[in-house]
């Protein structure tokens, strides 16, 4: 004669969820899923129903300490950009080359400027002019 397999059948939830390693939370939305295991006629749930559910979708159970400050950090990491982007978006943060860019061309205005003055305008002034009187001169052309 053949033996009978004996079901490994618990009669809570929460003692399924414990059997299987799981929060009570985690085990609700697993129930919601398609082709979730349905309780036994007496209400009990089999266990190895549900894990072979579980195996069959990949579904963990709890998460160590180390995962769980994993998925904390790449949440705040996702928090940070979503912010950058949203700034970026209401423009209070301007790409770095365009930076660069109007810098370089306020600089060579600047220095155009500068050049036409020290080379034109200011030259006329310093005749028979002592250093400290140069330099005062140039000091108030440079708004000093």
């Not at 009978?4 to 399924?16: A, E, Y």
């Not at 799981?22 to 036994?40: H, Y």
């Not at 979503?82 to 365009?98: P, S």
């Not at 220095?111 to 002019?129: A, C, D, I, N, V």
Request: with cysteine; proline share 4%.
């Amino acid at each position: 004669m053949g033996r009978k397999k004996t079901r490994n059948i618990v009669r809570t939830l929460v003692q399924l969820a414990k059997t299987l390693g799981v929060t009570r939370q985690a085990l609700d939305s697993w129930r919601k899923m398609e082709g979730a295991p349905k309780p036994e006629p007496n209400g009990g749930h089999c266990v190895d129903a549900w894990e072979k559910f579980r195996e069959k979708h990949k579904l963990k159970g709890h998460e160590t300490p180390d995962e769980k400050a994993v998925k904390l950090e790449k949440l705040r990491v996702d928090l940070d950009r979503a912010k950058f982007n949203f700034e970026k978006d209401k423009g209070l943060y301007v790409h770095r080359e365009i930076c660069s860019n109007r810098m370089q061309t306020h600089l060579a205005e600047l220095f155009k400027e500068l050049s036409r003055r020290f080379e034109h305008s200011l030259p006329p002034q310093y005749t028979g002019k002592t250093a400290a009187e140069i330099s005062a001169i140039n000091r108030a052309e440079l708004g000093e």
